[in-house]
């Protein structure tokens, strides 16, 4: 279950998520170290669709994020450890390029994989999604060889809607059609 917060930072509002065991928080400027890590990473990276990306790229991710929050008033969040405050990866919704559809995006370090963390913050994020941003759909783009990712979103009641093999690794794209989404969690409300 997440519990969406508004909280003051920086003299800016942002809308904090909670779960169980996890803290989102949008995207900040001061993030530029976390994801030039996070983003040349390796083994993160290696079931992600784009790769290791060099700290230029990453930071170009970053500037990328914080635009689309400031166009559409929602996108990326960080994901942190609620117990310890470390930096976990990364969650949200975005539009895709060609603006047909919302996106959900999400990957974790694998020491945070694997005990269903990604589950839980990828159903925070539809959450908010569908009862704040009230989306009527949202797709998943995943690498075609990333089972793990794929059973995440058919765990979140995703269905495939096409599966395109190319060099090297594929690609698949999965849909939820929001009127179709029962949360096995109840959104409790917005502290002010």
């Given at each position: 279950?997440?519990?969406?917060?508004?909280?003051?930072?920086?003299?800016?509002?942002?809308?904090?998520?909670?779960?169980?065991?996890?803290?989102?928080?949008?995207?900040?400027?001061?993030?530029?170290?976390?994801?030039?890590?996070?983003?040349?990473?390796?083994?993160?990276?290696?079931?992600?669709?784009?790769?290791?990306?060099?700290?230029?790229?990453?930071?170009?991710?970053?500037?990328?994020?914080?635009?689309?929050?400031?166009?559409?008033?929602?996108?990326?969040?960080?994901?942190?450890?609620?117990?310890?405050?470390?930096?976990?990866?990364?969650?949200?919704?975005?539009?895709?390029?060609?603006?047909?559809?919302?996106?959900?995006?999400?990957?974790?370090?694998?020491?945070?994989r694997g005990r269903g963390l990604a589950t839980e913050a990828a159903r925070a994020i539809v959450d908010y999604g569908i009862h704040v941003l009230e989306l009527?759909?949202?797709?998943?783009?995943?690498?075609?060889?990333?089972?793990?990712?794929?059973?995440?979103?058919?765990?979140?009641?995703?269905?495939?809607?096409?599966?395109?093999?190319?060099?090297?690794?594929?690609?698949?794209?999965?849909?939820?059609?929001?009127?179709?989404?029962?949360?096995?969690?109840?959104?409790?409300?917005?502290?002010?």
């Amino acid at each position: 279950m997440f519990v969406p917060s508004t909280a003051r930072d920086a003299n800016r509002n942002v809308t904090i998520l909670r779960t169980k065991r996890l803290t989102l928080r949008p995207v900040q400027p001061e993030d530029a170290p976390a994801f030039e890590a996070f983003y040349g990473d390796a083994d993160v990276m290696s079931i992600r669709k784009y790769g290791v990306l060099d700290p230029a790229v990453a930071r170009t991710q970053l500037r990328e994020m914080l635009r689309h929050w400031r166009t559409h008033g929602f996108g990326m969040w960080v994901v942190t450890d609620a117990a310890t405050g470390a930096f976990a990866g990364e969650c949200g919704l975005r539009w895709l390029e060609d603006r047909t559809d919302v996106e959900l995006s999400y990957g974790l370090y694998p020491r945070f994989r694997g005990r269903g963390l990604a589950t839980e913050a990828a159903r925070a994020i539809v959450d908010y999604g569908i009862h704040v941003l009230e989306l009527g759909r949202i797709v998943a783009l995943s690498r075609d060889d990333n089972t793990g990712s794929h059973r995440i979103l058919e765990n979140l009641g995703m269905n495939l809607e096409w599966r395109r093999p190319s060099e090297p690794h594929g690609l698949v794209k999965y849909v939820l059609l929001t009127r179709m989404y029962t949360s096995p969690d109840k959104v409790v409300g917005t502290d002010p």
